[in-house]
């Protein structure tokens, strides 16, 4: 008898689903506590999506907290100069705060992480994972890549101080032109400064167009040279494995400049407003925690997939059977056996209310109708 995959949630089948694709690339699972010494998350409470957490002290006195990250705890594991990329998977549960929320939250979340010494290969590798994840769950997605060295690299070529980096980068996440406009002119900067700025508002679209229409701007500079030829060169191998199709440059990308180094994406999904996939390279972070050593990943939010409007079973059940007081226990039980046996889906009710089902056996009063 082959598995029922619908008596699963979204979230659960899209754990299934997508433990088999990680294994088949070589990660392995990674199981965690449900909690971890606070002082490791204060510690690079930077890192965090909110520093507000749920803590506890345990039997030894140690403040320990729920754990608000998977990620840290990855890192902290995770030994220098092991012999190639330390590659894991993880279904875990975080608990946090969202932005502007003060009500601690349960997320489901499934991802991966490559740490070690990361070349070409591996940079392509978790997006092309990241592709095929978004396909897993639906065929209607969309992967947008952002790379921070363009983006640092363009601020540095107009002449922004590094002070009013987070001014260009909030405009820029909000795709707020205005915004970006008027802090020119504020500073009193050059139209063909502000003309550079505003491509990283504007620029969106498929990754080969968008980056054969930014060329010209990133021929000078060597960081922005590099992370043009980095972006061209991920594009060319998906295009190459057929993956290609639906991967689109955005650089309203969230990535912390603190965070991340090179490339960053996010994950969307027709009808969730919010993505469902962000990852990307952070090797700062693993630098800040006391690893040399280059770092990339992704995080699935599970719990959205729960949001989509789940798939409508015409039938509560194959077969209903009545019963009664005076309905003999044993043979109910071995009826319910048979046809759960045989590959119905079966309920026994004494009142059948407003159930939809295929078929009705009715054993009450003791015999069988």
Not at 286 to 303: S, T
Not at 346 to 358: F, M, S, T
């Amino acid at each position: 008898m082959e598995f029922d995959w619908s008596i699963l949630r979204s979230g659960e089948q899209t754990i299934y689903r997508l433990r088999g694709l990680y294994e088949k690339y070589g990660y392995r699972r990674f199981k965690m506590s449900r909690f971890e010494e606070y002082d490791l998350y204060i510690r690079n409470k930077d890192f965090l999506v909110s520093d507000r957490m749920i803590t506890f002290t345990d039997a030894r006195g140690v403040l320990m907290a729920l754990k608000p990250d998977v990620t840290i705890s990855i890192v902290k594991s995770t030994k220098e100069k092991e012999p190639g990329p330390r590659k894991v998977y993880y279904n875990e549960t975080v608990y946090r705060t969202n932005k502007g929320d003060e009500t601690f939250q349960e997320i489901m979340q499934t991802g991966l992480e490559c740490i070690g010494d990361l070349d070409m290969y591996h940079i392509y590798e978790i997006i092309s994972l990241a592709v095929q994840s978004l396909a897993s769950i639906s065929p209607d997605y969309v992967l947008d890549l952002s790379h921070m060295g363009l983006v640092s690299g363009f601020m540095e070529a107009a002449g922004i101080a590094p002070e009013d980096y987070p001014v260009i980068l909030e405009a820029v996440r909000e795709k707020n032109a205005a915004a970006l406009v008027g802090f020119c002119r504020e500073r009193e900067l050059s139209g063909t400064v502000v003309s550079l700025l505003e491509k990283l508002v504007t620029t969106y679209g498929p990754l080969k167009t968008a980056l054969e229409e930014l060329a010209p701007l990133c021929v000078g500079g060597k960081k922005t040279r590099e992370a043009w030829e980095e972006l061209s060169k991920v594009c060319d191998l998906l295009k190459a494995n057929g993956l290609g199709d639906k991967v689109y440059l955005d650089f309203s990308v969230e990535g912390g400049m603190d965070y991340y180094s090179g490339i960053v994406f996010r994950g969307f999904i027709k009808n969730l407003s919010a993505g469902v996939l962000s990852g990307g390279q952070y090797d700062k972070m693993v630098e800040k925690m006391g690893k040399r050593c280059g770092a990339m990943g992704f995080a699935i939010y599970l719990d959205e997939l729960e949001r989509l409007r789940p798939a409508r079973h015409d039938w509560d059940a194959d077969v209903l059977v009545r019963y009664d007081d005076r309905t003999d226990l044993t043979a109910l039980t071995a009826q319910m056996a048979d046809l759960a046996a045989a590959g119905q889906k079966v309920l026994a009710r004494k009142e059948p209310g407003d159930l939809r089902v295929k078929e009705t056996i009715d054993m009450r009063g003791g015999e069988q109708a």
